[in-house]
Structures are given as structure tokens and as C-alpha cells.
């Protein structure tokens, strides 16, 4: 993934992080709003709004899987009426957008290419505009297409001021920012985006802090990031216990695995091999594991743990490993049931 070029070296490493979480329970950190009604499990459904296009389950059949082709082809749109067809491509983006999410991974391409479509004809569009950037976002991190990255910033940034009640949006935005300073070695830049970063967590910690993580756990060791993404992490752990955006949902059907991967991450990042092995630990042995279809993936950073811990103390930053909620699975780990 783009940005996970690591980014200088590292100081002292044996920063001694407070103690996590009481609660062992379900810490995902990410919670947010209602919207992702839509995502459920493998199902099409139209997420969008209010609006046209119901790619609703069943009639997501003009894009079977694979058939990455018919971009802003035929929808059911009144063509004479503009702005609905706009609409109708967005919406049946955003479907296919999260079949692709719930592991039909083939559909991302045309997804990226309807929600394109649609806000061509209409860019006043909040929701397509936050799908896109996220789509695109999911490109960048699960198949390393750095040209997505591009791109994505615009449409979050688009989505932003159409939507700025959405207090998740500046949080996605600021791992692109982060990471697109640090790819190309902008310290200005890179000063700018933290302090979004960090402004866009303390508006939305339960939610954003997952942001942050990602974003500044792999800057240098001598800096104050690394630990300040266990801190904020670990300031919304409890969440789980009171929001039903920290918990598995039928949206996020495996959000508690996810977070607690993060969670050992930012511990192994640090070279805290035992709160990193308690948290995978605690990941592969939640209830909901036993459904995960990234268990193994999951299990190999765990067996991997020690090497991994060399590779990111060690004084060359450019062999840093990524952390699970970074490569291949960036996005399923948590989305897919
Ligand atoms: C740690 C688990 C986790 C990971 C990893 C994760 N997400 Fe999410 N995502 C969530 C949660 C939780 C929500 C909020 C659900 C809600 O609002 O009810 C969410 C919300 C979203 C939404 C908004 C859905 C909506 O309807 O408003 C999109 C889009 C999204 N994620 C895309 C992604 C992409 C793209 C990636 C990978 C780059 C990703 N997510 C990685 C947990 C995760």
C-alpha cells in the first residue's frame, strides 16, 4: 500500500506503554455512524439513499461477478432527467462497492468506474462522493494501486464539505493526508497532516483514534506518534461496552477482530511483544473468530511476531512490515462476514 512506505528511523524502543484495556472485550475502536446500514453481509443492496437506483439485492445482476465491464452502461434512470441518473449510477456503485467490501473483490473495478460515472454527470453528491473516496481508498490499500491515491483524497475532501456533520470522513481523510506526505517526503506537509489527524480524533475518538493509528504508529520511534496511537487506541478500548458502532454488526461483521489486530499492531510497532501478543491472542480467540475468513492471515502475524518486532526496530524503516489493517486485507478483514 502507497502509504505505508515507513518513514525514518527509530529512536529508543522500549517505551514501556501503559497497561491496555481493563476490558477485554470487544475493543474495536471504530464505530461511527448508522450509515453503513447498507454494507450488510454479501448482500446488494442499495445503499445509497433516498434515491433512484435500487441495486437492491437481487437485481445486482447486471454485474456478475467478473464482468468488470459494463461501466455507466443501461441503468434503470430516466435518462432524460440528468441528476437521476447520476444518481442511479452512484447508487448501483455504491452496491457493488459493497459486494466487493463483503469479499466479491472482482467488483471493485466497475464499483470504482459507476461511482465515477455518476459524479461526472453530478459532484454535489455527499454519500457518492464518501463511497468513491473510500472505494478508491480500498484500492490503494488492499491492491496497491497508488493511482487510486490520487484521487481519493479529492473525493473525501468533496464529501467533506458536502457532509461535514459525518465526523468519520476527516479521520479517512487524514490517513491519506499522512500517508501521501510521507510518500513523498513533505515535512511541512506531513506537520499539516497530523495536526488533522490528531484535530479530526479528538472530534471523534471512538471512531477516528482507528484512523490515527494507522496513520502515525509508523512514524519514527523518537518521535511521540508511535506511542500516542496506543494511547488513543487504548482511550476508546471500552467503547465496545457502549456504542453498537464499536461491536460486530451486520455492517461490520468482524470489526473486534480487526481492531484488536490493530491493537497488537501498535504494540509490536513499539517492540511490546507481550500487550501485541495478548491482543492477537485476543483477535483469534474472540467469538466471532470462528467465522473469520482472515483467521489465518491473522494467525501468521502472531507466529511471525518476534521478526516482525526485529523489522520494525531495526534501524532500516523500509522493511517495516505492514500492519494487517494495511495490505491485502486492509478492508475485508473487518467489512466481510
Ligand atoms: C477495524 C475494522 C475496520 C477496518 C479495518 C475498516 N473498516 Fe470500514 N468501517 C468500520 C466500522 C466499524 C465502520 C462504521 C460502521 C457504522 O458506521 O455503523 C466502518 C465504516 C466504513 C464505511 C462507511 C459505510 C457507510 O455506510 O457509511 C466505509 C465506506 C468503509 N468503512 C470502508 C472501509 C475501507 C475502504 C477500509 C479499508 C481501507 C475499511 N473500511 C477498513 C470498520 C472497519
Request: hydrophobic share 45%; net charge negative; proline share 5%.
Amino acid at each position: 500500500m502507497a502509504f505505508a512506505l515507513a518513514l525514518g528511523a527509530c529512536g529508543d524502543s522500549d517505551t514501556t506503554p501503559d497497561t491496555p484495556l481493563a476490558d477485554t472485550s470487544p475493543v474495536d475502536t471504530a464505530n461511527a455512524n448508522e450509515v453503513l446500514d447498507d454494507a450488510s453481509a454479501g448482500e446488494a443492496h442499495d445503499v445509497g439513499a433516498d434515491d433512484a437506483a435500487d441495486t437492491s439485492a437481487g437485481d445486482a445482476s447486471d454485474v456478475g461477478a467478473g464482468d468488470a465491464s459494463d461501466v455507466g452502461a443501461e441503468t434503470d434512470a430516466d435518462t432524460s432527467d440528468p441528476a437521476a441518473t447520476a444518481r442511479a449510477l452512484t447508487a448501483e456503485g455504491e452496491a457493488l462497492f459493497f459486494r466487493a467490501m463483503a469479499g466479491e473483490l472482482t467488483l471493485r473495478k466497475t464499483a470504482i468506474d459507476k461511482l465515477a460515472a455518476g459524479l461526472a454527470l453530478d459532484p454535489e453528491q455527499a454519500r457518492g462522493q464518501l463511497v468513491y473516496g473510500m472505494a478508491l481508498l480500498s484500492a490503494v490499500a488492499e491492491d496497491g494501486d497508488l493511482f487510486s491515491a490520487l484521487k481519493a483524497g479529492p473525493a473525501l475532501e468533496k464529501a467533506m464539505q458536502l457532509a461535514p456533520e459525518d465526523r468519520r470522513i476527516p479521520g479517512w481523510l487524514g490517513t491519506i493526508k499522512v500517508g501521501t506526505a510521507r510518500a513523498l517526503n513533505q515535512p511541512e506537509a506531513l506537520d499539516e497532516a497530523i495536526a488533522f489527524m490528531i484535530a479530526a480524533t479528538d472530534a471523534y475518538p471512538e471512531f477516528n483514534s482507528v484512523s490515527l493509528a494507522i496513520a502515525l504508529s509508523h512514524l519514527p520511534l523518537d518521535t511521540i506518534y508511535p506511542q500516542m496511537a496506543i494511547d488513543r487506541l487504548m482511550a476508546t478500548a471500552d467503547c465496545a461496552a457502549n456504542l453498537d458502532v464499536c461491536k460486530n454488526t451486520a455492517k461490520v461483521p468482524h470489526n473486534n477482530e480487526g481492531a484488536l489486530m490493530l491493537f497488537g499492531d501498535v504494540y509490536a510497532r513499539i517492540g511490546d511483544a507481550e500487550n501485541a501478543r495478548h491482543f492477537y491472542t485476543l483477535a483469534l480467540t474472540s467469538p466471532d473468530a470462528a467465522t473469520w475468513k482472515y483467521a489465518t492471515h491473522a494467525q501468521a502475524v502472531l507466529d511471525d511476531l518476534d521478526h516482525r518486532i526485529d523489522l520494525y526496530l531495526d534501524a532500516d524503516p523500509s522493511n517495516d512490515p505492514l500492519f494487517f489493517a494495511e495490505g491485502r486485507v486492509a478492508c475485508v478483514a473487518c467489512h466481510a462476514p
